[in-house]
């Protein structure tokens, strides 16, 4: 049975999804529980998997039994089942708050709403999963739009914000299926495994530096790395309230994993292309996108727009930490993806909660959600730790581990840059703890009652999860260093 | 909202070649499995002949009382393929590996036969529900505006 698990794990979210317009037809109340209780299984399996994994090394799965380099294959190794822990359980969190903030004008159409968020998540498995380039393409796509479609939910402005990024993503993810098509002519093959063993003799080959090049473009667009990454803050701020956890925890990360599981796993990591190593390349560019998404963010006064460029700033920090080529320097970066991932669903639950209770929408009116919500204001003040960095929180830790990389690999610039977006990220947090605490804060009337029982549950939970990866940080890092480390690093 | 075609050639027409067209659809959806074919193409004859018979008889016509429905059915087509993909995980194989359905009494290549016969006709069911249904939402003029202004 354990066998089985990679595929029940991708299958789960997408049986629900596909199921849900029939079975909720006549009780559209019913997509809410539904999505809860396949995501709570999902939890639970992806749990399993991982023990699984770990006890008996990595599975690979392969649909209806066609051999490798015909057949479809799921790599269910240590790297993608941590990953996919993570997810399914930021998924849950993300379907639980949507709960309470769902748009309410949707009527029927909620139905389709839920299912478009476990296709989401089926998706980003798919991604995570992948074995061969084409399905990473096709799941790449699955994930995008039904991220379009979510977005623009909201109407308005968002409709707009929308389609741009539909316009960007589908630019990217053109680029990046032209790349993988230069790789197929070069080397007749799609599987990343069966592709390992032909790459080492065709490095001289132009079309597979050019493939290289589309990919990673396409990919960059996707991750929203710093040149290509104008489309994100838009759609995540126009996005409803209940949707931006779930894309800004998710979407650009996993596309992140999709891109070092390229580079690691298929091409290998110390190849030289004309002179120039390209982990270095990536680790430049994570350099200017950290420092640059950390200054956008200071400049910004919408608090779910600063917030989208803080995750654009702390995408650069873990390219960096991925792109300097040691053990420490790629499980720092994983350690400091999962973090990264709770945090920024964190922070969006916190800009939800307040938009939905305290209608604060800018940094201006934060005032009304100090002195009503106490609470409210304590679980922002451990993720702002979190994203600064201080020590009890995992983000403290992730970053530790990136700059004791980059020292091992003697690259000061990267070191002088994670240092530079720490000060940078403090900036914005003293701005906005400025705003909160401020006594002449205007003082509006919103009747807001108590806070809901799902928007509480999502806050504590994301809260706890940063502590507690800071605590148990020895043992992740160790654990992704015993089993998620990329072969010959 | 689509309106009768008001030509007595077009309707007469009509009412022959929407059933030809339908029989053709399945002719070609199972013929898949020995010639060119198969579900997806077999789906968007299939789709096609739909969507005829609401372009020559309107969107309230009786005769259009199918295609309406079939709206209904957005994830059938799909379930009815991953569903198959079920049972052969249940019968101890990879998901779609159709040697592992469990039915008694039939070897291995009839099972495999069967096997792709039934996911086939859950492709051709998504297939012609998404032609149908693309149809819809384009002429479908006053809901679209009332989800912009809205």
Not at chain 1, 296 to 301: E, F, I, S, V
Not at chain 1, 454 to 470: E, N, Q, R, S, W
Request: net charge neutral.
């Amino acid at each position: 049975m354990s066998h089985q698990l990679p595929a029940i794990l991708f299958l789960l979210p997408l049986f629900a999804a596909i199921s849900m317009p029939v079975v909720c037809l006549k009780h559209r109340h019913w997509s809410y529980p539904i999505s809860v209780a396949t995501l709570a299984v999902m939890v639970l399996v992806s749990i399993l998997n991982l023990q699984n994994v770990i006890h008996h090394g990595e599975v690979r799965y392969v649909f209806s039994g066609w051999t490798v380099p015909l057949g479809i294959e799921w790599v269910a190794d240590g790297l993608a089942s941590v990953i996919l822990v993570l997810l399914s359980a930021l998924g849950l969190l993300g379907v639980v708050f949507t709960g309470s903030t769902s748009p309410k004008d949707l009527g029927g159409r909620i139905v389709h709403y839920y299912t478009l968020i476990l296709l989401l998540v089926s998706a980003l498995t798919g991604i995570v999963f992948a074995g061969d380039l084409f399905n990473l393409f096709v799941f790449l796509e699955v994930a995008a739009i039904s991220s379009y479609a979510l977005i623009g939910v909201a109407g308005g402005r968002a409709l707009f914000a929308a389609f741009r990024y539909l316009v960007l993503g589908t630019l990217g993810a053109s680029l990046y299926l032209l790349g993988v098509s230069y790789l197929y002519a070069v080397t007749g093959t799609l599987n990343m495994s069966d592709m390992v063993d032909k790459l080492p003799f065709l490095l001289s080959s132009k079309a597979l530096v050019g493939g290289l090049i589309f990919m990673f473009i396409g990919l960059a667009i996707k991750m929203a790395l710093v040149p290509f990454h104008s489309w994100l803050p838009e759609a995540y701020t126009y996005a409803p309230e209940s949707i931006s956890p779930i894309l800004a925890s998710l979407v650009t990360k996993v596309a992140l994993l999709a891109w070092f599981r390229i580079i690691y796993w298929v091409f290998n990591a110390s190849i030289v292309i004309n002179d120039i190593p390209i982990l270095l390349l990536v680790a430049a560019l994570g350099t200017l996108a950290t420092v640059i998404g950390a200054s956008l963010a200071l400049a910004q006064r919408d608090l779910k727009m600063m917030f989208a460029y803080g995750g654009i700033s702390h995408i650069g920090i873990i390219l960096i930490g991925i792109g300097q080529g040691n053990q420490t320097g790629f499980a720092g970066g994983v350690f400091y993806l999962l973090n990264d991932a709770v945090m920024q669903a964190g922070l969006f639950f916190f800009a939800g909660v307040a938009f939905c209770q305290y209608g604060v929408r800018t940094i201006d009116d934060l005032g009304r959600v100090g002195k009503q919500a106490p609470w409210l204001t304590g679980s922002l003040i451990v993720m702002a730790l979190g994203m600064v960095g201080l020590p009890p929180t995992g983000g403290f830790f992730g970053k530790w581990y990136i700059i004791l990389g980059a020292l091992e690999a003697g690259n000061y610039v990267s070191v002088a840059a994670v240092l530079l977006s720490t000060l940078l990220t403090l900036a914005y947090f003293v701005k906005l703890f400025e705003c909160i605490f401020r006594q002449s804060s205007t003082q509006l009337d919103v009747q807001s009652g108590g806070i809901p029982f799902p928007f509480k549950l999502t806050l504590g939970v994301t809260t706890a999860a940063i502590i507690i990866l800071g605590l148990f940080s020895g043992p992740i890092v160790q654990l992704l260093l015993d089993h998620a480390l990329p072969p010959g690093l | 909202m689509i309106r009768p075609h008001d030509s007595i050639i077009v309707q007469t027409l009509g009412r022959f070649v929407i059933p030809v067209v339908q029989i053709f659809g399945l002719y070609v959806l199972f013929f898949g499995q020995y010639g060119p074919g198969g579900g997806f193409v077999g789906g968007v004859i299939l789709g096609a002949g739909m969507i005829l018979s609401v372009l020559i008889f309107g969107h309230d016509a009786s005769r259009s009382q199918y295609a309406r429905n079939v709206l209904h059915g957005d994830g059938v087509g799909m379930l009815i393929y991953a569903g198959v993909g079920g049972l052969c995980m249940i019968g101890g194989g990879e998901f779609l590996n159709y040697a592992n359905l469990d039915i008694p009494g039939l070897e291995t290549a009839s099972r495999r036969s069967l096997g792709i016969v039934l996911t086939q006709i859950g492709v051709a069911v998504d297939v012609a529900v998404t032609a149908v249904s693309i149809v819809f939402s384009l002429s479908a003029e006053e809901i679209m505006e009332d989800s912009i202004n809205g």
